[in-house]
């Protein structure tokens, strides 16, 4: 069954919020601290190893109340049910989205067109499992009889971000394999890596779901290349294998049957880490910790299913992101992760919500006439705090952050971990109270700043405040805790995408660019330029010239 196509400005909620927010638009969080001594009791959840507190945003709970109206009145539930049952939800490419299917139990019964695709995800999960442990253990060995010491993910987009992401924060699970990822058509990406190679003892992994991916096929081509400059043609199924739907066009390039990781068209690019697309996850970490992974999103999800809008992580963090979004004017929203772990967290996560939710027709087919897909951006702290949260303290722009961080570092160093919590709380504090103009004054007064130096100087040294925080608090960067984060992210892509009324699962918007590239490499070869706009004309001529 389709899912419902409820433009959310229609509501009769939306109508209330919009007129709960100009009583509230300038409202004190600080007050609202003061005159509430439970604010942060009555504005938090506590679920497995997660504490979340949205107490510090510009809420309250009639605030609550009517965005989890709006859920109700968008039919959040009957969309979740959809998602989780294998609907066709991705309409617009006549697709199931079960990305959640590849973390549940064996027990469970998901099916696709009247089929239970799990055993077939088990036994995909098998293999990677068996691969994994050949690989690890030597046992599976190179053209020369040489263990593998080296493993190259070719891949881009979902394909490549979700495994970076992931082999970066998971790096202190890590075994003794190094794995690499070559994304990019630059060439001079894929060079720099492979000037490190050894190809005796080098495992590529392609992964590309249409396996027609300009980018991967160029990359394969020249690793190949390389590859052969030392090896034979027949070595090539030692060394490569595959993650892909489109099996014929794999063994084309030389792949072993055997060495084909399959996955399925009901699993997004963007959602598809959980899949054989994590098999360079599995290889970093070993199986048993990839599969903590998908335990804990799996333990999310169920949270997700089951628990009420109001406890609902996912379901909460969706609706602020909504309303600073779409009643505030907000363009953008920062995540910053107090673990030099997650450094990829903020690149991954923008495929995720801007690839999704960056959409301008709503599920009627028409335009829709309100803001859809935030802006997502963002670098661990402390460093971050030395970059750009300049602008988010004293810029005009208000920016919404979340914060994640962690109760137990994984080395154990307490000096630099409580110096770093210490930074972690201190920025929501900050964010939320700003300083005064008196604050300002009294510490002009103890320095003995001179009145003229101090009036000059007070108003560039003013923080106003009120600016909105969600703190995730979770207790240490586990598989689990990790693979429960990340799904916490993917469900508030869908519920946002529910009540925008946009498809959040294809990305028809990434068709036009690659389609003028394939033209105008032709061009370029042919050294011939056809009609276009005179800048994109003269560009080129000068390109052509000069190259
Ligand atoms: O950028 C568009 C996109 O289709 C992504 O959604 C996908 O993750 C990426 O390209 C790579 O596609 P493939 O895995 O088919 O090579």
Redesign the pocket.
């Known amino acids: 069954m389709a899912l419902n196509t409820t433009n959310p400005t229609n509501t009769a909620s939306w109508k209330k919020l919009q007129n709960h927010f100009e009583t509230l638009q300038n409202a004190s969080m600080v007050t609202m601290f003061k005159d509430d001594a439970t604010r942060a009791s009555q504005f938090h959840i506590q679920w497995n190893d997660f504490l979340v507190d949205y107490s510090k945003n510009i809420i309250n709970q009639e605030t609550i109340n009517l965005l989890l109206e709006l859920a109700n009145e968008t039919q959040l539930k009957d969309a979740i049910t959809k998602y989780f049952e294998g609907d066709t939800i991705n309409q617009t490419e006549n697709r199931a989205v079960l990305h959640t299917a590849l973390r549940s139990p064996a027990s469970a019964n998901i099916k696709v067109e009247g089929e239970n695709v799990i055993p077939e995800i088990f036994e995909v999960k098998n293999k990677i499992k068996n691969f994994t442990n050949e690989v690890v253990n030597g046992v599976r060995k190179g053209y020369t009889e040489k263990v593998f010491t080296d493993v190259v993910n070719i891949?881009?987009?979902?394909?490549d971000l979700g495994p970076a992401m992931v082999v970066e924060a998971l790096q202190f699970y890590k075994n003794q394999l190094n794995i690499h990822f070559v994304s990019n058509v630059d060439g001079d990406h894929v060079h720099e890596v492979i000037k490190k190679l050894n190809p005796e003892t080098t495992l590529f992994v392609i992964?590309?779901?249409?396996?027609?991916?300009q980018e991967?096929l160029t990359n394969s081509e020249t690793i190949r290349k390389w590859f052969l400059q030392s090896a034979s043609q027949e070595d090539v199924a030692k060394h490569f294998v595959a993650v892909s739907t489109n099996i014929k066009k794999v063994t084309e390039f030389g792949i072993n049957e055997n060495n084909v990781f399959p996955m399925w068209d009901w699993v997004?690019?963007?959602f598809?880490l959980w899949s054989a697309v994590g098999l360079s996850i599995s290889l970093a970490v070993g199986f048993d910790n990839f599969d903590k992974l998908l335990k804990g999103a799996n333990q999310m999800d169920d949270h997700f299913k089951n628990e009420s809008f109001d406890k609902n992580i996912p379901v909460v963090l969706a609706l602020l992101s909504i309303w600073y979004n779409n009643f505030f004017g907000a363009e953008s929203e920062a995540l910053i992760p107090y673990t030099q772990y997650l450094q990829k967290l903020a690149p991954y996560l923008q495929?995720g919500i801007m690839?999704s939710n960056g959409k301008s027709v709503g599920r009627d087919g028409k335009p829709v006439n309100y803001q859809t897909g935030t802006i997502i951006w963002g670098e661990p702290g402390t460093n971050s705090q030395h970059a750009f949260f300049q602008l988010i303290h004293q810029g005009t722009k208000l920016i919404p952050t979340d914060f994640i961080g962690f109760v137990k570092p994984l080395y154990g160093d307490k000096d630099h971990h409580d110096k770093l919590m210490s930074n972690f709380f201190a920025q929501t504090e900050a964010l939320l109270n700003g300083k005064t103009a008196a604050q300002v004054q009294a510490e002009f007064d103890k320095q003995g700043v001179s009145p003229e130096k101090a009036a000059y100087l007070l108003p560039f040294k003013v923080f106003t405040g009120n600016k909105p925080t969600n703190t995730l608090l979770i207790q240490q960067l586990t598989p689990e805790n990790l693979g429960s984060l990340v799904a916490l992210y993917e469900h508030k892509i869908f519920v946002q995408g529910i009540i925008w009324n946009i498809f959040s699962y294809d990305?028809w918007g990434?068709e036009l660019g690659k389609q003028l590239a394939t033209s105008i490499l032709n061009e370029i070869e042919a050294e011939k330029i056809n009609n276009h706009d005179s800048s994109t004309t003269f560009l080129l001529s000068h390109f052509l010239k000069n190259k």
């Open positions: 891949g881009i987009g979902g394909s992964v590309s779901k249409t396996f027609t991916t991967t997004g690019g963007r598809s495929q690839e990305q990434v």
